[in-house]
């Protein structure tokens, strides 16, 4: 048994077989023009009938059923005295039905398979597809039958007048529509079949013409039963059907709508389809416009809403009856597109084109302003939607609202009644707070810990390098404490840092109760507080199902790029953590794309999709290869974002006057990445130091050996460390070391990273001193000074960095405080940080 055809093959079955007969109508509309004779009739009749005079289409004699069926086709024209004479006709027997199905299907067959070949004069004349002629003849009262003989099960005999005109002007069948009259006399029931749909139509008792029947791919209907038709499966369409839009962008268009199997066949069907993974959206060539409306008119579950000022239904010029190529239909008229843009907390301004019906609706505005340096009006928030309904009102004029996001964040501005907006942050109760950590915090700071608690605990704190965010984080975490345990996701060279933060400014925590995962075996939620650097937190994802309520991200702008293993750790992570403290001095190193993954982290809602974020902010643009977001747009409005809901950012300048004029750092590095030799000699070093009974001499000895081997075992640590000052965005500082492996190991380096970095140790030369400090302050990119404690403590000016490292300690503290004074001289005008790395268990400890 074969199996049935589904929709969609009948549909394009059908389809085929319509090309096919439109293009046969084309041509022998071609034969006509050329031929000037007459066109050959043919008759079926019985083999008894002969032809003779008549004044009307003669009814077919009754037959009994097993006669079988009789086609009969007569062509007749006038006399100019109206006589008709007919034609020289021949004629043809059908005894059976299936003997009319093999006809009917071997005309199909070749119809499809060979469209420009002609078949016999009998054949093409019985065609159901042939004109309609311009005066189609009276015809008496009887059933108008249009069938397709497939199935042969009629019971009774049917005797078919087909008739064809000739000498008349035919257009092609463009659209698969023909018109014909077929009268016919029948009894009984006619045959069904899926290829041609039987129609009954009954003719008036008066005679009069039949033109209101047309022949279409499902057979004979009259033309009031096609229009209803066409009305109710429009109207169908319109309620069941699923429903886009399509966008221009320059010399394409994309096209916005959820999956549709049909559609998107037609998609593929389209020489210049483009995917956008991004968007995920499909795009094409404007050439392929036209072609995409026309075939989107044909599928019944799909409506697009067209361009506006693009004419989709226009056709290519084509050729008419008269012989004419058609003009294509005059454009649109041009519209005037533009965006409304936030200059402030309380306005916006509307960035669009000239449009003297626009300018009257502004200044119908109350609160409108013209400036002129910019040529754009602008008005308070609180009449945004105002305005936005009222300029939809006009023709030709598209305005685009501010987005979604801006209207959440604004959302008090924009139902504001007053002109005055107030930006103080409600003071918060710390008194579940330890009171060290309360008692030590500067006022700019306790504005800080304020804003967070206003905004529940999420938010990106900003503040420049050296405000103290590390004592502002665990303040905020220790407000919400009842939600512990906590997570703390750190650069891994300052892990131990943190460690000793918490117990510096929490007395009441248990020490404990602090976990610092140091390996990917380490249990990460083993303490009450938990450490982990993002390279282990990307290791540990399998321990990450326990969720974390709190979590702090220091120097978050290593998740920068959604891509990478840390941030694809990080964010599953953010994403059900109920308080999110980002930290970072540099949110955004060099784009505003940067900003991407930290924003989502505090306020998911705001962007679900990057592409939305990339069009407002990074001056997106198609590219051959895709989309480049590495641009800048917005910039202002993108600062007032952040600044409402999600950023805090305080500069040095801005605090200058609560800032001490230096800020010492006692940095822990980790003794673990100390490699198992050095260990070796560092605790032989360490075990002769506590041995007894030793001279003073004999002491000095076993220290300075110990603190050789400390310089060592710290190289790794030391590396680390500026690297990740570097990746955080500190252009120009100074790291002074002791030994000379030690300044060795930090300039091949920095050599090895290609940044920019001068030397001055024992061998340079008092000439050659003064041009590298002079290059190094004149230097405008990334720039560090490696410099030794004993040969460069005195006598140079760095006042161009505000930040030393020191790499080891060393003997006398007032060489150190005279390598500190290297920054902290005239010509300063910020706080410097002094930065010292320790390691627990070395000469650190002793010196």
Same mark, same amino acid.
């Given at each position: 048994?074969?199996?049935?055809?589904?929709?969609?093959?009948?549909?394009?079955?059908?389809?085929?077989?319509?090309?096919?007969?439109?293009?046969?109508?084309?041509?022998?509309?071609?034969? +006509?023009?050329?031929?000037?004779?007459?066109?050959?009739?043919?008759?079926?009749?019985?083999?008894?009938?002969?032809?003779?005079?008549?004044?009307?289409?003669?009814?077919?004699?009754?037959?009994?059923?097993?006669?079988? *069926?009789?086609?009969?086709? +007569?062509?007749?024209?006038?006399?100019?005295?109206? #006589?008709?004479? !007919?034609?020289?006709?021949?004629?043809?027997?059908?005894?059976?039905? #299936?003997?009319?199905?093999?006809?009917?299907?071997?005309?199909?067959?070749?119809?499809?398979?060979?469209?420009?070949?002609?078949?016999?004069?009998?054949?093409?004349?019985?065609?159901?597809?042939?004109?309609?002629?311009?005066?189609?003849?009276?015809?008496?009262?009887?059933?108008?039958?249009?069938?397709?003989?497939?199935?042969?099960?009629?019971?009774?005999?049917?005797?078919?007048?087909?008739?064809?005109?000739?000498?008349?002007?035919?257009?092609?069948?463009?659209?698969?529509?023909?018109?014909?009259?077929?009268?016919?006399?029948?009894?009984?029931?006619?045959?069904? #079949?899926?290829?041609?749909?039987?129609?009954?139509?009954?003719?008036?008792?008066?005679? +009069?013409?039949?033109?209101?029947?047309?022949?279409?791919?499902?057979?004979?209907?009259?033309?009031?039963?096609?229009?209803?038709?066409?009305?109710?499966? $429009?109207?169908?369409?319109?309620?069941?059907?699923?429903?886009?839009?399509?966008?221009?962008?320059?010399?394409?268009?994309?096209?916005?709508?959820?999956?549709?199997?049909?559609?998107?066949?037609?998609?593929?069907?389209?020489?210049? /389809?483009?995917?956008?993974?991004?968007?995920?959206?499909?795009?094409?060539?404007?050439?392929?416009?036209?072609?995409?409306?026309?075939?989107?008119?044909?599928?019944?579950?799909?409506?697009?809403?067209?361009? &506006?000022?693009?004419?989709?239904?226009?056709?290519?010029?084509?050729? $008419?009856?008269?012989?004419?190529?058609?003009?294509?239909?005059?454009?649109?008229?041009?519209?005037?597109?533009?965006?409304?843009?936030?200059?402030? /907390?309380?306005?916006?301004?509307? #960035?669009?084109?000239?449009?003297?019906?626009? *300018?009257?609706?502004?200044?119908?505005? @109350?609160?409108?302003?013209?400036?002129?340096?910019? /040529?754009?009006?602008?008005?308070?928030?609180?009449?945004?939607?105002?305005?936005?309904?009222?300029?939809?009102?006009?023709?030709?004029?598209?305005?685009?609202?501010?987005?979604?996001?801006?209207?959440?964040?604004?959302?008090?501005?924009?139902?504001?009644?007053?002109?005055?907006?107030?930006? @103080?942050?409600?003071?918060?109760?710390?008194?579940?707070? @330890?009171?060290?950590?309360?008692?030590?915090?500067?006022?700019?700071?306790?504005?800080?810990?304020?804003?967070?608690?206003?905004?529940?605990?999420?938010? %990106?704190?900003?503040?420049?390098?050296?405000?103290?965010?590390?004592?502002?984080?665990?303040?905020?975490?220790?407000?919400?404490?009842?939600?512990?345990?906590?997570?703390?996701?750190?650069?891994?060279?300052?892990?131990?840092?943190? &460690?000793?933060?918490?117990?510096?400014?929490? !007395?009441?925590?248990?020490?404990?109760?602090? =976990?610092?995962?140091?390996?990917?075996?380490?249990?990460?939620?083993?303490?009450?507080? =938990?450490?982990?650097?993002?390279?282990?937190?990307?290791?540990?994802?399998?321990?990450?199902?326990?969720?974390?309520?709190?979590?702090?991200?220091?120097?978050?702008?290593?998740?920068?790029?959604?891509?990478?293993?840390?941030?694809?750790?990080?964010?599953?992570?953010?994403?059900?953590?109920?308080?999110?403290?980002?930290?970072?001095?540099?949110?955004?190193?060099?784009?505003?794309?940067?900003?991407?993954?930290?924003?989502?982290?505090?306020?998911?809602?705001?962007?679900?999709?990057?592409?939305?974020?990339?069009?407002?902010?990074?001056?997106?643009?198609?590219?051959?290869?895709?989309?480049?977001?590495?641009?800048?747009?917005?910039?202002?409005?993108?600062?007032?974002?952040?600044?409402?809901?999600?950023?805090?950012?305080?500069?040095?300048?801005?605090? %200058?006057?609560?800032?001490?004029?230096?800020?010492?750092?006692?940095?822990?590095?980790?003794?673990?990445?100390?490699?198992? /030799?050095?260990?070796?000699?560092?605790?032989?070093?360490?075990?002769?130091?506590?041995?007894?009974?030793?001279?003073?001499?004999?002491?000095?000895?076993?220290?300075?050996?110990?603190?050789?081997?400390?310089?060592?075992?710290?190289?790794?640590?030391?590396?680390?460390?500026?690297?990740?000052?570097?990746?955080?965005?500190?252009?120009?500082?100074?790291?002074?070391?002791?030994?000379?492996?030690?300044?060795?190991?930090?300039?091949?380096?920095?050599?090895?990273?290609?940044?920019?970095?001068?030397?001055?140790?024992?061998?340079?030369? $008092?000439? @050659?001193?003064?041009?590298?400090?002079? +290059?190094?302050?004149?230097?405008?990119?990334?720039?560090?000074?490696?410099?030794?404690?004993?040969?460069?403590?005195?006598?140079?000016?760095?006042?161009?960095?505000?930040?030393?490292?020191?790499?080891?300690?060393?003997?006398?503290?007032?060489?150190?405080?005279?390598?500190?004074?290297?920054?902290?001289?005239?010509?300063?005008?910020?706080?410097?940080?002094?930065?010292? %790395?320790?390691?627990?268990?070395?000469?650190?400890?002793?010196?």
């Amino acid at each position: 048994m074969s199996l049935p055809l589904t929709e969609e093959q009948r549909k394009k079955i059908e389809e085929n077989r319509q090309k096919a007969l439109a293009r046969r109508a084309e041509k022998l509309l071609a034969e +006509q023009h050329q031929s000037t004779g007459s066109v050959s009739s043919i008759a079926a009749s019985s083999p008894q009938a002969k032809p003779g005079p008549s004044h009307s289409l003669p009814k077919g004699p009754s037959k009994p059923a097993s006669h079988g *069926i009789i086609f009969k086709q +007569q062509i007749s024209s006038s006399s100019p005295t109206g #006589d008709q004479r !007919p034609h020289n006709s021949d004629s043809f027997h059908i005894s059976t039905p #299936d003997q009319a199905k093999r006809i009917w299907k071997r005309q199909e067959e070749m119809s499809t398979a060979c469209p420009g070949h002609s078949p016999p004069s009998q054949m093409t004349h019985t065609e159901l597809s042939l004109p309609l002629a311009q005066n189609p003849p009276s015809v008496p009262n009887q059933q108008l039958l249009g069938f397709e003989l497939g199935q042969g099960h009629p019971q009774a005999s049917h005797e078919i007048n087909l008739t064809s005109f000739a000498n008349t002007t035919h257009k092609p069948l463009a659209k698969a529509k023909c018109s014909q009259e077929i009268p016919a006399s029948s009894s009984g029931q006619p045959p069904m #079949d899926a290829k041609l749909e039987v129609k009954t139509v009954k003719a008036s008792t008066s005679g +009069q013409n039949i033109s209101g029947i047309h022949c279409g791919s499902g057979g004979v209907m009259p033309k009031t039963g096609e229009k209803q038709q066409k009305l109710g499966s $429009s109207l169908q369409k319109a309620v069941t059907s699923q429903k886009g839009t399509c966008e221009r962008n320059g010399d394409r268009f994309q096209v916005n709508i959820g999956y549709n199997a049909e559609l998107l066949a037609v998609f593929k069907s389209l020489p210049s /389809r483009s995917y956008d993974s991004h968007t995920k959206t499909w795009n094409f060539s404007m050439t392929d416009y036209s072609a995409l409306m026309k075939a989107v008119q044909h599928l019944p579950t799909v409506t697009l809403k067209p361009l &506006e000022g693009v004419d989709g239904s226009e056709e290519s010029p084509s050729t $008419s009856s008269g012989g004419q190529a058609s003009l294509p239909s005059a454009p649109s008229l041009a519209f005037v597109k533009g965006q409304c843009m936030l200059i402030s /907390r309380a306005r916006f301004e509307a #960035d669009i084109s000239y449009s003297e019906n626009l *300018i009257a609706l502004f200044k119908q505005m @109350d609160s409108r302003k013209y400036d002129v340096k910019t /040529r754009k009006w602008n008005f308070l928030l609180e009449e945004h939607n105002e305005l936005i309904k009222r300029v939809r009102c006009l023709p030709q004029v598209q305005l685009d609202p501010l987005p979604t996001t801006l209207t959440l964040a604004f959302a008090s501005q924009l139902k504001k009644t007053s002109l005055h907006l107030t930006a @103080d942050v409600p003071e918060a109760d710390l008194s579940e707070v @330890d009171s060290k950590l309360v008692y030590n915090l500067m006022p700019f700071q306790r504005t800080g810990v304020n804003f967070a608690i206003a905004k529940e605990g999420r938010l %990106l704190l900003a503040d420049d390098m050296g405000l103290g965010k590390t004592i502002q984080a665990i303040c905020i975490a220790a407000f919400y404490r009842k939600e512990w345990p906590l997570l703390v996701v750190v650069p891994s060279s300052v892990r131990f840092t943190w &460690e000793q933060a918490f117990l510096r400014w929490l !007395p009441s925590l248990n020490p404990n109760s602090i =976990n610092v995962v140091v390996t990917g075996k380490d249990r990460l939620t083993a303490g009450l507080v =938990n450490i982990v650097s993002f390279d282990l937190l990307s290791k540990l994802e399998k321990q990450l199902k326990t969720p974390f309520k709190v979590v702090i991200i220091d120097e978050s702008h290593f998740l920068k790029n959604s891509r990478t293993a840390r941030c694809r750790a990080a964010m599953p992570v953010l994403k059900v953590a109920k308080r999110v403290i980002l930290l970072s001095g540099t949110p955004a190193m060099s784009r505003p794309a940067e900003l991407y993954t930290q924003i989502i982290a505090v306020k998911p809602t705001y962007f679900p999709q990057f592409h939305a974020f990339g069009l407002r902010y990074c001056n997106a643009k198609r590219m051959p290869w895709g989309w480049d977001y590495s641009g800048s747009s917005n910039l202002g409005e993108l600062k007032l974002l952040l600044e409402e809901a999600v950023m805090l950012r305080r500069l040095k300048s801005d605090v %200058l006057s609560q800032l001490p004029a230096k800020q010492r750092k006692m940095v822990l590095v980790a003794p673990g990445q100390i490699n198992a /030799r050095a260990r070796a000699a560092l605790d032989a070093a360490a075990k002769e130091m506590t041995t007894k009974d030793k001279t003073k001499q004999q002491q000095k000895e076993a220290l300075i050996l110990f603190f050789n081997r400390t310089a060592e075992a710290k190289i790794p640590s030391v590396i680390e460390y500026i690297l990740d000052l570097l990746e955080s965005g500190k252009e120009k500082f100074l790291v002074f070391a002791h030994h000379k492996v030690v300044l060795d190991a930090i300039t091949k380096e920095l050599e090895r990273k290609h940044v920019q970095h001068i030397r001055i140790d024992g061998s340079t030369s $008092s000439a @050659d001193r003064e041009d590298l400090c002079q +290059q190094f302050q004149l230097c405008e990119r990334h720039a560090v000074a490696v410099l030794s404690i004993t040969a460069a403590n005195m006598g140079l000016t760095f006042s161009a960095a505000d930040l030393v490292v020191f790499a080891e300690l060393f003997w006398n503290p007032g060489v150190l405080i005279q390598a500190e004074d290297r920054v902290h001289r005239i010509g300063q005008t910020s706080s410097v940080g002094i930065h010292y %790395l320790v390691a627990k268990g070395t000469a650190d400890d002793y010196l």
